[in-house]
Every structure is written in C-alpha cells, then in structure tokens.
C-alpha cells in the first residue's frame, strides 16, 4: 500500500450562512455524480411535486437532518458519503445556525478541504468571515469558495469577480494555503459535476472536477514520527507467551520494521520487530493507519506513551499555549479546572490565563477580557498535571490538537489548537 491510496479518500466540510443553499449543493453533488439510489430519487421527485415544485428539489435529499433537528433532536455532524470513479468522500455536514462555530470545529477537524457557500445576491456575509477565519485556524489546507446561486444574478461575471475580489482581500490576512472559487448554481447544477452553459466567461473547473483532483497526499505530516500508544496487547496465551504489542494510529511519518525508535517518556530506545496493519504485516505504516507495533526489546509501555524517532522528538511539557474554542453556554474563566484529553493521553488541567479573544470578523485581538463566551475564540495558557508530548497544531494536526472536558459533567467543552 503506497502514500499515494490515502489520496483516495477527501474528507470535506461544507459552510455557509442559512439558506445559502448547502442541503442543495450537498444534493446536487449526490445527484448528479449519481451517488444516490433510484428509490431516493424517485422519493425526492415525488416530494417536489407534491409541494407544488416544477424542478426537484434537491436539498429534500438532506432533509433527513432538518427534520431531526425540527424534532429537537440535537446532532453536532452529520456524515454522508458518496463516490465518483476517482474518489471517495466523506462530507461532515454541520447543521445547526447558532452552535456553527462548534459544529464547524468538530466537523472540521479532520477535514482536507472546506467548502464555503456564498449567495451571489448577498456577497460576503459575518458568517463567511466567521467560517473563513475557522478554517485558517484549523489548518484545513484546501478552501472553495462557491459563489451560489449564480442564477439570480444573471450569470453576471462582474457579480462574480467583485466576490472573487473581496473575499481575496479578506482572506489574505489568513493562513490558507489554497483557496479556488467556483461560480455555481446548486439549484440549475451550473458548474457543480457539469459544466455551466450560461457561464462562458469561466474557464475555470466545476466543482466536482476540483474535489476529484485537489491533491492532499502531502498535507499529511509524512516526516515527524508519532506513534501514541492506546492499548498494549498482551495475549497470555501459550504461543503467544512473549508477544507484547502497542496498538494505536500513527498520527505523522512513516515507520518501518527494523527502524530505531524511542519511547516517551522513558526515553528507552529499541528498534520494530514488526508492523500489523488489519492482522497482516507490513514492509510500512503511515498516517493515518490504525496498526499494532511489535519491538525487539521488552520495555514499559503503557497507554498515552509516545513512540517516536530518536533523532526527531515532540516537544514534551506541562504549560501549553493554545488557541481555544469555547464551545459551552458557561462561559470559560481563568483559573477554572478541566480534563484534557490529548492523543491517547487524559489528564487533570488548568486553564491559567486568558491572554486574547479574537473578533472573527475584524481580526482584531481584544485584550484584557476576563471570560470567553460560546463559539468565541482567543489565546490562552494551560497547565496540565502530567507531561504531554506534542507538536504545534501547524506542524501535526493531530498531537498539536486538544480537547478539555468538563469533569462534573462530561462535556467537551473546548477544542484547542497548540501554538
Ligand atoms: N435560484 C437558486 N436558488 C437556490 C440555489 N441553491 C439553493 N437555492 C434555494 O435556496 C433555498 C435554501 O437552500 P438550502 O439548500 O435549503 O439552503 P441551506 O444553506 O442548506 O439552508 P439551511 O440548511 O437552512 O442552512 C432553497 O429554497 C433552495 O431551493 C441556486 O443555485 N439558485
């Protein structure tokens, strides 16, 4: 198995403010790229006839969700699934109008790409900033922005460019490493799998064409070794007396047998007897693989250690400085006591200090705050009770992200990118 087959799977987020047209885009993209079953089609048909519709109205496709949360029914992401000869995709779909800065970073987090939906009508809206600004902070590689509803303004170029324009102005004060804009029209399929009539002006590709192609092999961390153990495996049966093995998911470089590594936080060193990947060995493991590692030498591990390279360690410490989303209706203070949860590791934190909160909208720090609000972002210090082993967000997504949980209640209230 080579790098290159993680390139099949794209895992994507769609944003947007309400009645953007994401449940139509979403719909338009299963449709179209015929990811969906006839019976499916037939039903969404005969739901648009019988609202009175004279086009079939693709976001009831994704209606499943908006009658659960008419019902009260609160769920954070949804994911949907589809497949077009060159790619499979997992969409994390994030309902939800108030909690979106939640629903975003939990659906985000794993995202190799971002879809945010602008209304031709209305350009760039609080939420797009919002949204933009959350992607920059997580990291999410690949951003398209689709200029929606293209239909209503005539297929206008000029309507188009003068979003292209603001939105680049905007964006340019963020980290996004690869941002495309697609004129589209989710409701007439303009420019989504096929490519638009109406818009001759655009020489660029359609949208699907953009998810098919986009290329995210190497925004994984293929460099920095980082095995955190989640389980040691120890048969104690009679043949297998001696088998000790560490399970868990590699979270960046690649390891093979025969390679040195060191254990955290003992320091010990041994080199890999063996790699399992699904019960078979393997010449090599990568991000993201789930595997059990085997070592030459018998030594102490146990869960929330850290396999890595000797000559390649992650920082190891207590005090951490992190961009904190609060995600709670109580909002967070300094000083407050939380579990964090950290790769395979959970132990007891405070939050020390709240340094800034930044205004999405502006960009702008504001300083000398005392609390943090629901969905607000800012700076913070933390101490944690044990050494954590880890990366900063921007090197490793994976052991430079954290989460806090609430001990009284269980709830994750935070989710915080190391800096
Ligand atoms: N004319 C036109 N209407 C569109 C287009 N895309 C979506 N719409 C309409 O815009 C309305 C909102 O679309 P939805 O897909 O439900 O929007 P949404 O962003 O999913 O809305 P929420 O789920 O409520 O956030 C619907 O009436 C759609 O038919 C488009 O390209 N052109």
């Known amino acids: ?40 089609i037939e039903a ?23 009658s659960e949360r008419e019902q009260g029914i609160t769920i954070d992401v949804a994911y949907r699934y589809f497949a077009t000869p060159r790619r499979k995709f997992i969409i994390a779909d994030t309902p939800g109008h108030i909690q979106y800065t939640r629903n975003m970073v939990t659906g985000a987090s794993t995202a190799n790409l971002a ?43 000029e309507v188009y460019e003068n979003i292209v324009k603001d939105y680049k102005a905007f964006s340019s004060k963020m980290d996004i490493k690869d941002i495309q ?30 998810l098919e192609h986009v290329h995210i092999a190497s925004d994984l961390n293929h460099i920095d070794c980082r095995f955190p153990v989640q389980m040691v495996i120890r048969p104690h049966t009679l043949e297998h007396q001696d088998f000790r093995g560490y399970a868990g998911r590699i979270e960046g470089g690649i390891f093979k047998p025969g390679d040195e590594v060191k254990v955290l936080p003992s320091g010990f060193t041994s ?37 890595v390279r000797p000559n390649n360690v992650p920082q190891v410490g207590q005090d951490l400085e992190v961009m904190l989303c609060w995600m709670n209706q109580r ?20 939050v020390k200090e709240i340094q800034y909160r930044v205004n999405v909208n502006t960009l702008h720090r504001e300083d000398q705050i ?21 990366d900063a967000y921007r090197r490793n997504r994976q052991t430079g992200s954290l989460i806090l949980v609430d001990p009284n209640t269980n709830e994750t209230v935070a989710a915080g990118m190391i800096i």
């Open 370 to 390: 005392v609390e943090l609000g629901l969905n607000e972002i800012g700076r913070v210090s933390i101490r944690a009770a044990n050494p954590l082993f880890f």
């Open 331 to 350: 909002p967070l203070q300094a000083r407050t006591k939380f579990m964090l949860r950290h790769t395979t590791q959970e132990c007891q934190a405070m």
């Open 1 to 40: 198995m080579a790098i290159q087959d993680n390139n099949q799977i794209l895992r994507f987020t769609t944003a947007g403010s309400v009645d953007d047209g994401k449940s139509t885009l979403i719909g338009r993209l299963l449709y179209d790229s015929k990811s969906i079953f006839e019976d499916q």
């Open 115 to 157: 879809i945010i939906l602008v209304d031709a009508r209305k350009g760039l809206l609080e939420q797009t900033y919002r949204h933009s600004f959350i992607a920059s902070l997580l990291k999410i590689p690949h951003v398209i922005v689709c200029i929606n509803k293209m239909d209503l303004v005539d297929y206008s170029e």
């Open 271 to 307: 080199t890999i007897k063996t790699i399992e990947l699904n019960g078979e060995q393997v010449q090599e493991a990568f991000a993201p693989m789930s595997v059990t590692i085997t070592l030459a030498d018998e030594i102490d591990i146990s869960r929330g250690d850290m396999i």
């Open 181 to 210: 804009f697609v004129p589209i029209s989710a409701l007439n399929g303009d420019n989504v799998v096929e490519r638009s009539k109406n818009m001759p002006w655009y020489e660029g590709s359609t949208l699907l064409y953009l």
């Open 44 to 66: 969404v048909k005969t739901s648009s006839q019988k609202k009175g519709f004279d086009y079939v109205d693709l976001s009831l496709l994704t209606d499943g969700l908006k």
